[in-house]
């Protein structure tokens, strides 16, 4: 039996003794983990209120300082969500302005980050600060950042933040704050515990400190090394599987749609190498999927599967190129009473049936994809939403 046989053998035997279900938490319960706009940004902004808890300026005071953020005056703060279309506004009496673009698994719009900073600078808000929030604090797509980086210190600042490293500390110095208000304090823990859940990080601490001291036992920690890459070249096969999977169950169950292929789509021979580019999060890599055109429409206009932090089903149509059809195809999906979320790229994308992270999924996500049944009910529910999708905007 291999060293690497045993180390896993043992992290089995370890996960058997520590791991427990799943706690309840009110906020997975009334949304789902990656609402980034109904749960996220709103609890982030009622925490960051001063008005709006008993804790006063100190979260937003701390927030500021994570986020180097100083000189920003906390007299007569505002904060607002959606306020201008932007996640997390917030304002004070001089003027100064901090901007939150919060993004769990939705995408970048053309020359978003920017528009908001000219838009702000045009109110007469000076400086502004923009922080782009994410679970792994990737930096924006360039047509969306445009020149924020090179911003001189009066017109305000550029950061990239990420939930673990940044959020994280501060929920925990803000639990500290709030030890003398109960509610308080278990609504940031229970909230600590989602975004734990999203960025992969959920592993109690004794269960965590007892497999770290177990690595550092002989040959386990070279063991470990080998089995880390093993596992990143899992998780490839595995999206390689679900894509085929995905455009398999497509051609045998819906030949029609298949029968009008984007050329977009990925192709088997570039399939592994998309991937991989994926999971190692190599730059320039953009989103790639599987691409079916519309009869009765224009070619670039299509239903799709599409990854980005996780695999989601939806209608392109570019808004700035064909505004006209843009607009009645969101009137079709409307009076459908079709669900989903809407950007200038996607007049609807959805994760269905629920968002999988294919490149951070948590222990229970990958005991779901590893479980036959549940894999094909993921490519049943997925594909049959993409041809109800495919009909009525064909009917």
Request: hydrophobic share 40%; aromatic share 8%.
């Amino acid at each position: 039996m291999t060293v690497h046989h045993n180390l896993l053998s043992l992290a089995g035997l370890l996960r058997q003794r520590y791991v427990r279900p799943t706690p309840f938490n009110l906020f997975t319960i009334l949304r789902s983990a990656g609402d980034e706009v109904r749960l996220h940004s709103r609890f982030l902004a009622a925490l960051l209120d001063p008005l709006r808890h008993s804790l006063g300026p100190t979260p937003l005071r701390g927030f500021l300082a994570q986020c180097a953020i100083e000189d920003f005056v906390l007299e007569d703060v505002r904060v607002e969500c959606e306020r201008w279309n932007m996640d997390i506004l917030i304002t004070n009496a001089r003027r100064q302005a901090v901007v939150i673009e919060n993004k769990i698994h939705a995408g970048d719009q053309p020359d978003q980050l920017m528009r908001y900073h000219r838009q702000l600078r045009a109110a007469g808000y000076r400086p502004v600060h923009v922080r782009y929030l994410t679970l792994d604090g990737r930096d924006p797509q360039a047509d969306s950042l445009g020149d924020l980086q090179a911003l001189e210190a009066e017109a305000g600042s550029y950061a990239a933040l990420d939930y673990q490293g940044d959020v994280m500390p501060w929920l925990s110095t803000c639990m500290g704050h709030a030890a003398l208000d109960p509610p308080l304090r278990e609504s940031l823990l229970q909230y600590r515990q989602v975004i734990q859940q999203l960025t992969g990080n959920d592993m109690d601490s004794q269960h965590l400190a007892t497999l770290a001291d177990t690595l550092l036992q002989g040959d386990n920690l070279k063991a470990a090394h080998d089995i880390r890459l093993a596992y990143d070249e899992a998780l490839i096969r595995l999206q390689v599987r679900l894509w085929r999977a995905l455009r398999d169950r497509i051609e045998a169950v819906y030949p029609e749609m298949a029968g009008h292929p984007h050329g977009d789509s990925w192709r088997d021979a570039d399939l592994e190498g998309l991937c991989r580019a994926y999971i190692h999060r190599q730059r320039g890599n953009k989103g790639y999927g599987l691409y079916y055109r519309v009869p009765g429409h224009v070619e670039d206009i299509c239903v799709g599967l599409e990854v980005e932090h996780a695999i989601y089903v939806g209608v392109y149509c570019e808004r700035a190129h064909h505004p006209e059809t843009y607009r009645a195809i969101c009137r079709r999906l409307d009076e459908a009473e079709h669900g989903g979320a809407r950007n200038d790229y996607w007049p609807s994308f959805a994760y269905s049936p629920e968002p999988l992270p294919l490149k951070t999924p948590t222990a229970e996500q990958l005991a779901r994809l590893g479980d036959p049944e549940y894999f094909q009910y993921l490519v049943s529910t997925m594909t049959d939403e993409l041809a109800r999708l495919w009909t009525l905007l064909g009917d």
